[in-house]
């Protein structure tokens, strides 16, 4: 008897966001972003499209931006929200580069890393293609309404107003 089975393999995390795990964690953009600040009220987060006053004072609102990823490794649809402004700072570079400018054409790679009490971010991307065809059907078919965190509503249950 062994302590795990001998073909047992940990199951993807089932997380409908993405995380950015210590090395390289690779996505590809799939929608538009909203952007919005989000703050803090009972432990519950407050997200707001402007900023405003911190509920709490000790707790500084943060910006965020979110959109809808394709995670390469558990081949999944899932929301980015980014507020580590380094990650944010290199992909509008690549957004406002002419060469390059619409970050839904390459997978972005992040590597985290941790040097002492601080954690670096690099972010590479792969060459520019078309997503493949699997890729294209699950967004085709997702039903992620990325506007329902402005309310506090779970984006993947919620229905578009429409």
């Given at each position: 008897m062994t302590f795990l089975p001998?073909?047992?393999?940990?199951?993807?995390?089932?997380?409908n966001y993405l995380k950015?795990?210590?090395?390289?964690?690779?996505f590809r953009i799939m929608s538009d972003s909203i952007t919005w600040y989000l703050d803090w009220k009972d432990n519950k987060p407050v997200r707001t499209k402007e900023l405003k006053p911190a509920i709490d004072p000790e707790r500084k609102p943060k910006h965020f931006w979110a959109f809808i990823v394709w995670d390469c490794e558990e081949k999944k649809l899932k929301i980015a929200e980014i507020t580590q402004k380094g990650i944010q700072d290199a992909i509008l570079a690549l957004y406002k580069d002419q060469d390059r400018w619409d970050p839904k054409w390459y997978d972005l790679k992040v590597l985290r890393e941790w040097e002492g009490m601080d954690t670096k971010y690099t972010i590479t991307t792969w060459p520019k293609e078309n997503a493949s065809e699997e890729l294209q059907k699950a967004f085709e078919k997702q039903t992620i309404y990325l506007e329902a965190l402005y309310d506090g509503n779970d984006p993947f249950t919620t229905d578009a107003p429409f």
């Amino acid at each position: 008897m062994t302590f795990l089975p001998a073909n047992y393999e940990q199951p993807a995390s089932g997380w409908n966001y993405l995380k950015f795990k210590k090395g390289t964690t690779r996505f590809r953009i799939m929608s538009d972003s909203i952007t919005w600040y989000l703050d803090w009220k009972d432990n519950k987060p407050v997200r707001t499209k402007e900023l405003k006053p911190a509920i709490d004072p000790e707790r500084k609102p943060k910006h965020f931006w979110a959109f809808i990823v394709w995670d390469c490794e558990e081949k999944k649809l899932k929301i980015a929200e980014i507020t580590q402004k380094g990650i944010q700072d290199a992909i509008l570079a690549l957004y406002k580069d002419q060469d390059r400018w619409d970050p839904k054409w390459y997978d972005l790679k992040v590597l985290r890393e941790w040097e002492g009490m601080d954690t670096k971010y690099t972010i590479t991307t792969w060459p520019k293609e078309n997503a493949s065809e699997e890729l294209q059907k699950a967004f085709e078919k997702q039903t992620i309404y990325l506007e329902a965190l402005y309310d506090g509503n779970d984006p993947f249950t919620t229905d578009a107003p429409f």
